[in-house]
């Protein structure tokens, strides 16, 4: 199974997990909410330091920032993918290195039971985020699991052409929940959507994901939505949510010792000598 996000721009990442030992990709509309609680304060910190990017950077006043985020957020995806489309002439550089740079990663600490409930995981694991690259990675060096995946696609794998733009409006900023976002993750990552799970925080992302074939897992919900196939509070429930993930492991697992002993029993066979 395979399982694979900017608003406010914290750490949303998707996991995709195919049945294979091939990909698991995880998503979320930030890594925060998905592999790491909220609860750490990255969330609150980013949405301020969006606020503050709206006013120091665009000329909205204090007041007007928190409705312009939301309202951002609510039509484009995230407030960078707005102020782009609106004519403002935004560098993607310059924003993420606004509102992540400041950010207090120490709050994230590492969190040794989601290493070892990924590590026991013989899939694939891909990490799908709305974020740019270096957000991504310090927010898995934090965790401690950044060696877990095996790669990581994000708002730079979306926008490649974004660095080449002669206007703000040339080449729209492309995240999830769209489905072109979705199919890039499915044509980077090499997977069969019909054959990965796709874990998120995000209703829209689940939808999305569930448009385009994916099995789906809402995180952060113990209610299934009907664009979810399982739902688990916290991702550290995956063993209980989804237990297929390590039953397809395990039996292929029993294939390989099926497998061996046979090879044993033929070279065994292959080098008796049989008396007459």
């Known amino acids: 199974m395979d399982s694979s996000g900017i608003a406010q721009s914290s750490v949303h990442a998707s996991l995709l997990i195919p049945p294979e030992p091939r990909s698991y990709i995880e998503n979320g509309r930030y890594l925060d909410d998905t592999l790491y609680s ?19 950077k665009c000329g909205f006043s204090e007041s007007e920032a928190p409705d312009v985020n939301r309202e951002l957020f609510r039509t484009y995806g995230s407030s960078l993918a707005g102020l782009r489309a609106l004519g403002y002439d935004i560098n ?31 899939q694939r694991k891909i990490v799908f985020t709305n974020s740019d690259r270096i957000h991504a990675t310090k927010a898995l060096d934090r965790l ?27 080449f729209p900023v492309v995240l999830k929940p769209s489905m072109e976002a979705m199919r890039i993750a499915i044509d980077v990552a090499e997977i069969d959507p019909r054959r990965t799970l796709f874990l998120d925080d995000n209703v829209k992302n689940v939808a999305a994901g ?15 939505s009907k664009e979810a196939d399982y739902a688990m509070e916290i991702v550290t429930n995956m063993v209980q949510s ?5 039953a397809f492991s395990e039996e292929k697992d029993d294939e390989r010792i099926s497998q061996n002993r046979a090879d044993q029993m033929d070279s065994a066979l292959a080098t008796t000598t049989v008396g007459a």
């Open 242 to 246: 989804v237990p297929e993930i390590w």
């Open 38 to 56: 909220s609860k750490t304060g990255i969330g609150k910190a980013l949405k301020q330091n969006v606020q503050d990017f709206l006013v120091e």
């Open 210 to 224: 569930k448009a385009v074939g994916l099995r789906t897992v809402l995180v952060g919900s113990a209610i299934k």
């Open 92 to 122: 993607p550089d310059d924003y993420h290195g606004f509102v992540h740079g400041r950010l207090p990663y120490d709050l994230i600490k590492p969190d040794s039971r989601l290493r070892n409930i990924l590590q026991s995981i013989k």
């Open 144 to 170: 401690g699991i950044r060696d877990c995946f095996e790669k990581i696609i994000c708002f730079e794998t979306m926008n490649p052409n974004l660095s080449k733009s002669t206007r703000p409006d040339e």
